[in-house]
T-cell receptor, first 112, second 111 residues
Framework: SQKIEQNSEALNIQEGKTATLTCNYTNYSPAYLQWYRQDPGRGPVFLLLIRENEKEKRKERLKVTFDTTLKQSLFHITASQPADSATYLC???????????FGRGTSLIVHP | DAGITQSPRHKVTETGTPVTLRCHQTENHRYMYWYRQDPGHGLRLIHYSYGVKDTDKGEVSDGYSVSRSKTEDFLLTLESATSSQTSVYFCAITSEGYEQFFGPGTRLTVL
């Protein structure tokens, strides 16, 4: 069965450093992969989408890579700030499907 | 803000009672979804809709039903609530670009 793995342990980093979160998947050939941010008590907020034929995508301080050979996506936040502290979810979708599957998310804590 | 509202935002009910949660969108999007989110399980799809009167089951649909009589409204019904349905429920819509926009959530407690 399809499986999406995100580190269940929180990632603690110091302000100003680059945070790197990982999303691994098995038994899946996604056409696209998304990253969302979720703050406590609120719904997830879409951040970035990357397609299978794209290696990397950037948006301001965010960078996402997508390696279909390794079956892995890396999500980077450069020059991290305490306001970046949240849970980050990855989601994968098949070609033409509007039904993505979500990972359980990884908590990021940025210390001042 | 994708124009999604959910009601009620909080509800406490007793086992065996029916409960209906409402999701309303102002964006006229075709796809709407209901998820539940629980610690250790992440977001799990309950049901989704791809048009008026067109719905389908998700990963955890047992004990839930949905209806969509208008483009803007998607209702989730627990016919007879159980304690295992205590959760946070999120409604979402999808744009044509696949990104999902979520509502603020409904916290449901079944005693």
């Amino acid at each position: 069965s399809q499986k999406i793995e995100q580190n269940s342990e929180a990632l603690n980093i110091q302000e100003g450093k680059t945070a790197t979160l990982t999303c691994n998947y098995t038994n899946y050939s996604p056409a696209y992969l998304q990253w969302y941010r979720q703050d406590p008590g609120r719904g997830p907020v879409f951040l970035l989408l990357i397609r299978e034929n794209e290696k990397e995508k950037r948006k301001e301080r965010l960078k996402v890579t997508f390696d279909t050979t390794l079956k892995q996506s890396l999500f980077h936040i450069t020059a991290s700030q305490p306001a970046d502290s949240a849970t980050y979810l990855c989601a994968l979708g098949s070609g033409g499907s509007y039904i993505p599957t979500f990972g359980r998310g990884t908590s990021l804590i940025v210390h001042p | 803000d994708a124009g999604i509202t959910q009601s009620p935002r909080h509800k406490v009910t007793e086992t065996g009672t029916p409960v209906t949660l409402r999701c309303h969108q102002t964006e006229n999007h075709r796809y709407m979804y209901w998820y539940r989110q629980d610690p250790g399980h992440g977001l799990r799809l309950i049901h989704y809709s791809y048009g008026v009167k067109d719905t389908d089951k998700g990963e955890v649909s047992d004990g839930y039903s949905v209806s969509r009589s208008k483009t803007e409204d998607f209702l989730l019904t627990l016919e007879s609530a159980t304690s295992s349905q205590t959760s946070v429920y999120f409604c979402a819509i999808t744009s044509e670009g696949y990104e999902q926009f979520f509502g603020p959530g409904t916290r449901l407690t079944v005693l």
